[in-house]
């Protein structure tokens, strides 16, 4: 089946996604998203604008010597040449014709205001400059779509003009005109109306593009697929400009899960969950944990009600089974957890706990009193199995003991302040006393910790802290409040996360640092 020919998943996250505040790609980094979003199994991939930008310039250079793409075509993104100049003599035309790409989606103005107010030229002059830059490209043998910005504005102030500007691009050989939801303000039903009399009217090949500045640009995709779009553009993790575009993978997922449309090659959605993160690692932009989907938390059970129905059957609080995208269910222990909850998430732990109904209760009825003083364990699963150990096992794994820990912070005036942690501890029947120093007591305290049970357990030596979160609560208490630390510890193959709490910040570390510990020998030895 040609995927590409029956219908059209094409990523935009390498040009528009990338206009997304905060994010700044080099050309490794899009090199390797590319790769990633082939994995995907996208028909094409939008690598940015040869010729008004040198980083997309050489992208397109590297990428026809790097990449080996066994799914995805790239296409080159430009603007139709300027007005009174030929397009066989227009520079950045030049540069999409010689970028290699061997599709070119031409971004052109169907809205009546923004031709003659940005382009500052009249309405003949836009709709030649159309036809004549997509005859130009396909007769250099280039597969031209176009990208109608401001498409359903320009609609609803003069319609005749933007169908006419689609008309004019599809009899000069755009094999799709992508109708463009620039600012985002579009609703489903607005959406589907529009996309019905373009169809009806034009019988070109209608593409939709949307941004998500009302919520509704995953929406509004399935809108205009279901009123007959053939072709539907977005970025990985709904990347982009204000809001972002439309997120692909839920389009996708949606319309494979829940319309029964393929529109990737088999098998490959399941790579979904892996590839958004991934991505999200490359540009340094943290997963959302809500995103539908792919997201930590889309497949995240809290409440006891759902524990006690998902034990019986996962279906009765799940929309889907999370593998079909390559997700995975997760019990989350807190103060609203019932039996069920500890059950199932002892049993995600490894533990049978289904035969013993007061061990399950003295659980439950210990994590709700810890929370209720301040603890958190849904983000803390790492703390939570090593209280599970203790009351299944009877004592809490220990592999030091503490004998006494301070640290004291000097500074003055001319200098940064420098902390001086002491940690006095046994391991292995040795007493070590160890100092260590930091750019804060906490790092102070981590340094001597590690350095003190480094020298009985060396594999110490692997752990990072990697990730650090200070919660303050009963914010009224001012400077007396409870304190809460999440601390997150890698031995480099994976992590893990505790909580520490406290009367203050150094007391509440401390504690997770303990525990980050503990929960690491405790993998490498058990």
Not at 156 to 175: I, K, P, W
Not at 328 to 334: A, G, I, T
Not at 482 to 492: C, P
Request: glycine letters at 10%.
């Amino acid at each position: 089946m040609d995927l590409q020919g029956s219908f059209h998943v094409y990523d935009t996250t390498l040009r528009d996604g990338a206009q997304q505040e905060g994010l700044n790609l080099s050309v490794a980094d899009k090199l390797t998203i590319a790769r990633q979003l082939d994995g995907l199994g996208v028909g094409y991939i939008e690598g940015g604008w040869p010729g008004a930008n040198p980083k997309d310039t050489e992208f397109f250079r590297r990428a026809s010597q790097e990449l080996d793409l066994r799914h995805a075509r790239l296409a080159a993104f430009g603007a139709t040449r300027r007005a009174g100049v030929a397009a066989a003599d227009d520079p950045l035309v030049a540069a999409l014709r010689d970028s290699g790409a061997s599709v070119v989606t031409l971004v052109a103005k169907s809205h009546e205001r923004h031709v003659e107010l940005a382009l500052r030229t009249t309405l003949e002059e836009n709709l030649a400059m159309v036809r004549d830059t997509i005859t130009h490209l396909r007769e250099s043998g280039q597969t031209v779509f176009l990208d109608a910005e401001h498409f359903f504005d320009g609609y609803r102030s003069n319609r005749d003009y933007a169908l006419e500007v689609l008309r004019t691009a599809a009899e000069a050989g755009a094999e799709v005109v992508a109708l463009c939801d620039t600012n985002g303000g579009m609703l489903p039903d607005w959406v589907g109306d529009v996309v019905h009399d373009v169809i009806e009217t034009t019988g070109a090949r209608v593409g939709i593009h949307c941004h998500n500045d009302t919520g509704c640009a995953v929406a509004n995709t399935l809108a205009a697929v279901d009123a007959g779009a053939t072709h539907v553009q977005g970025t990985i993790n709904g990347y982009g400009e204000r809001t972002g575009n439309a997120d692909l993978v839920s389009v996708v997922a949606n319309l494979e899960l829940k319309l029964d449309r393929t529109v990737l090659p088999p098998g490959l959605l399941g790579e979904a969950t892996r590839i958004a993160h991934a991505v999200a690692e490359v540009t340094n932009v943290p997963p959302a944990s809500r995103q539908p989907y792919v997201g930590t938390s889309a497949f995240a059970h809290k409440a006891g009600l759902h524990a006690s129905a998902i034990k019986v059957d996962p279906d009765l609080y799940q929309h889907m089974d999370p593998t079909g995208v390559g997700n995975d269910m997760r019990l989350l222990v807190s103060d609203m957890a019932g039996r069920a909850s500890i059950e199932l998430k002892g049993r995600e732990l490894g533990f049978d706990l289904s035969g013993d109904r007061e061990l399950v209760t003295r659980v439950t009825d210990r994590v709700k009193r810890l929370e209720q003083g301040g603890y958190t364990f849904e983000a803390a699963d790492a703390s939570f199995e090593l209280l599970l150990v203790e009351e299944v096992e009877g004592v809490r794994p220990s592999y030091f003991d503490i004998e006494s820990w301070r640290v004291i912070t000097e500074t003055s005036p001319a200098a940064e302040a420098v902390s001086e942690a002491t940690v006095k501890l046994r391991a292995e029947g040795v007493r070590y006393v160890v100092t260590g120093e930091g750019n804060g007591p906490v790092n102070a305290l981590d340094a001597a910790l590690r350095s003190a049970i480094g020298q009985a357990f060396p594999e110490v030596a692997k752990f990072e802290l990697i990730d650090y979160k200070v919660r303050i609560l009963d914010q009224g208490h001012g400077t007396d409040a409870i304190t809460r630390v999440l601390i997150e510890t890698t031995d480099g193959e994976s992590s893990w996360v505790t909580v520490g709490v406290g009367h203050n910040v150094i007391e509440a570390s401390w504690g997770a640092l303990v525990d980050g510990l503990t929960f690491g020998l405790r993998r490498h030895h058990r």
